[in-house]
């Protein structure tokens, strides 16, 4: 049975990010995200008090200090207020509760941001306190131990090997070296073990960035962009929570947030996955089924994904405002974007993004 | 421009978490050195037990015990261990599917002979913690099993009930940062320093922010231009404190003010003395007293002035 079409047609009309680099001491939060919600406007030609609906996404852990995106909201004018929202998620995951906004017909236009700064602490413990805190977390298994778990299942199961998951390393961060936003491009040595299977080399950059996605409404969305890319379908699902209970070499709430957001009907010529660790792309690619197109046509991660790039709460919005600068840019007519959340993929969100045709 | 302010900033707390049936009964049979898994509808055993089915979210409640000993089903080698984790050497993490359970439980691994001596498919049984209080931690971590020379462990047919039962636990957590203030509220403190109060006028509507956060919210634009305000200031509304704070040396009853200083936009908050705490009044003229150790005033107290009129402060109340 095919996705049913959206209520609306809403479409990524702007897009913006950061630099992303190891640290950012001189700027806070807000100074740090400025310049990207000035930049997505100054596309559009809008101003603060045009936008119908805000949202955004960052965590409290990372910054170490709790209700930390209220200051954030002061880059948007958020004063007297405005209809606005957030969530403790990646922004891909805002970008989602604004598309449902602007299918109510409540706002014509959005404002999706998101941010992280990784550099004040260490991101490995930091996403230890996402875990089951019952059975998992008093443990603090860290996300690269996490990742290499999911590594060493798919290797057994002759999914991958060592090898191959250096090729998706290289790739990436070659694609990068065309992407002036990354913070690992060109040559990167596959390293020392960080935790046995997986090198440094196997693991993204840390590091500190923000990204920023205006979202507009039918006609609305044709006078701020001359090629929108329309959101044609989006779905997020998740694995049950305990590790043990999950198949790591699959990822079937991928494959079920594909089948909703229309994935599987016509091919996509361009995917922007959010991996953060390669072995993460092999799962992805057999989920979604990547490598099955008659001349294996797709290009992934033309950026470089999460592997040259990934700062926490911003790397999957990044996916899809990567996905949508393509179709802008008329280099793709049907992308899809994908993003995590959770260790070993334990959520994913799958968009896919159109532009009209040619 | 002058270098950027750091300080180090622990975040530290104990979380006290309160257990389901299910939880409750798996983490004190592990006290009592009981592993248990718990029974899905359709037969599947659960371990580590959940309160609801994964698949069919039907609530569970079926105790069965299961064995000690298990199977690896993934591993990766962690040789560099990090605080908290269950070991301090080398080892490795493990996914391990206990005998008469289907799934698999995270935990660490104790092997001497290093990475080359762990692969999938290892038997493995638990090493019990000396002390034991109902956690996780009371496995204190997986060791390799040699069946045909260790006692059994098969699974006594434990029936889930005990007296005395865990019914919370407390973790502990604790996370390090290097916090740092960004541009515009660096520049504040550096100020403060040398007892001058410095805000950031607004580009576009002109306000003036005190303390600035580097951004106007009401125009998102950022704030560059320093302006430095008062010293004194005018008390904009009060309130009189009567809790004594912990670890606090100040008598109660005491004034906490908003006071707006002179060319500032933004009314800050302090703290009101050298005037009795019932004639405090709004529109009171103030200014601040420094401490000797620096940073904020330690306290403002009245200039003398005549009070100021409420036209002059209404939009800062």
């Known amino acids: ?358 | 421009m002058p270098e950027v302010l750091k300080a180090p900033l622990v975040v530290e707390f104990p979380f006290t978490r309160s257990l389901g049936p299910v939880q409750s009964a798996f983490l004190t049979g592990l006290r009592e050195r009981v592993v248990l898994g718990v029974r899905t509808a359709d037969g599947r055993t659960l371990v580590p037990p959940v309160e609801y089915d994964p698949v069919t979210s039907r609530e569970l409640s079926e105790l069965v015990e299961v064995a000690a000993t298990g199977t690896v089903t993934t591993w990766a080698w962690n040789h560099e261990p990090r605080r908290g984790q269950p070991l301090d050497r080398p080892f490795a993490w493990v996914l391990v599917r206990l005998d008469g359970a289907d799934t698999a439980l995270l935990h660490a691994l104790d092997v001497p002979g290093g990475p080359d001596s762990v692969h999938t498919g290892l038997r493995v049984r638990v090493r019990w913690a000396g002390e034991r209080s109902g956690a996780i931690t009371d496995i204190a971590c997986f060791e390799p099993y040699e069946p045909a020379t260790d006692e059994t462990f098969a699974p006594g047919g434990h029936d889930g009930r005990f007296e005395d039962l865990v019914t919370g636990i407390v973790a502990p957590a604790r996370l390090d940062y290097t916090y740092s203030p960004g541009r515009a509220q660096t520049a504040y403190i550096q100020a403060l320093a040398e007892r001058r109060v410095v805000g950031e006028r607004c580009p576009s509507c002109r306000k003036v922010y005190v303390p600035p956060r580097g951004a106007c919210p009401t125009c998102g634009v950022a704030t560059a231009e320093r302006v430095e305000v008062g010293p004194r200031g005018t008390v904009t509304t009060y309130c009189i404190v009567n809790i004594k704070a912990k670890n606090l040396d100040i008598e109660v009853p005491y004034v906490y003010a908003h006071i707006a200083l002179d060319g500032a936009d933004l009314a800050l908050h302090g703290r009101i003395a050298g005037i009795p705490y019932d004639q405090v009044r709004m529109g009171l003229r103030v200014e601040p007293v420094w401490s000797d150790e620096g940073g904020h005033p330690d306290h403002y107290r009245p200039t003398g002035e005549p009070d100021a009129d409420y036209e002059t402060y209404k939009e800062l109340v």
């Open chain 1, 1 to 358: 049975m095919p996705a049913p079409r959206p209520l609306r047609d809403i479409a990524v009309v702007a897009f913006a990010q950061t630099d992303h680099r190891r640290t950012s001491d001189e700027l806070s939060e807000v100074e740090m995200l400025m310049p990207v919600l000035h930049q997505v406007l100054a596309q559009t030609g809008m101003r603060t008090s045009d936008i119908g609906f805000t949202c955004s996404g960052s965590t409290d852990y990372l910054a170490g200090r709790a209700f930390s995106f209220t200051m954030a909201l002061d880059g948007v004018g958020a004063w007297p207020p405005i209809s606005e929202s957030h969530v403790e998620m990646d922004g891909a995951w805002a970008l989602y509760e604004a598309w449902t906004k602007l299918l109510t017909g409540d706002a014509d236009t959005a404002l999706v941001y998101a941010y992280g700064k990784s550099s004040p602490g260490s991101v490995r413990d930091v996403l230890t306190r996402q875990l089951d805190p019952y059975y998992v977390a008093p443990l603090w298994p860290d996300s690269v131990a996490l990742a290499a778990l999911q590594a060493q299942a798919l290797i057994d199961a002759g999914d991958t090997d060592e090898p191959a998951l250096a090729a998706v390393a290289t790739r990436s961060r070659a694609a990068a070296a065309g992407n002036s936003h990354a913070q690992l491009r060109g040559s990167v040595p596959r390293g020392e073990y960080a935790v046995y299977p997986l090198r440094t080399g196997d693991c993204p950059p840390i590091g500190d960035g923000a990204a920023a996605v205006i979202l507009a409404a039918g006609e609305r969305a044709r006078e701020l962009c001359e090629r929108p890319a329309w959101i044609r379908g989006i779905d997020h699902r998740i694995e049950a929570h305990g590790l043990g209970v999950r198949d790591l070499t699959d990822s079937p709430s991928t494959r079920l947030a594909a089948e909703h957001a229309g994935v599987f009907e016509r091919p996509v010529d361009t995917a922007e996955l959010h991996a953060p660790f390669t072995s993460q792309e092999v799962v992805l690619r057999k989920a979604l089924r990547l490598d099955e197109g008659p001349d294996g046509g797709v290009e992934v991660n033309p950026s470089g994904g999460a592997l040259a790039a990934n700062p926490i709460m911003a790397a999957g919005l990044i996916r899809i405002g990567e996905a949508a600068d393509r179709i802008r840019r008329g280099e793709s007519d049907r992308a899809l974007a994908h993003a995590t959340s959770g260790p070993c993929l334990q959520q994913n969100l799958v968009a896919v993004l159109e532009g009209d045709p040619r």
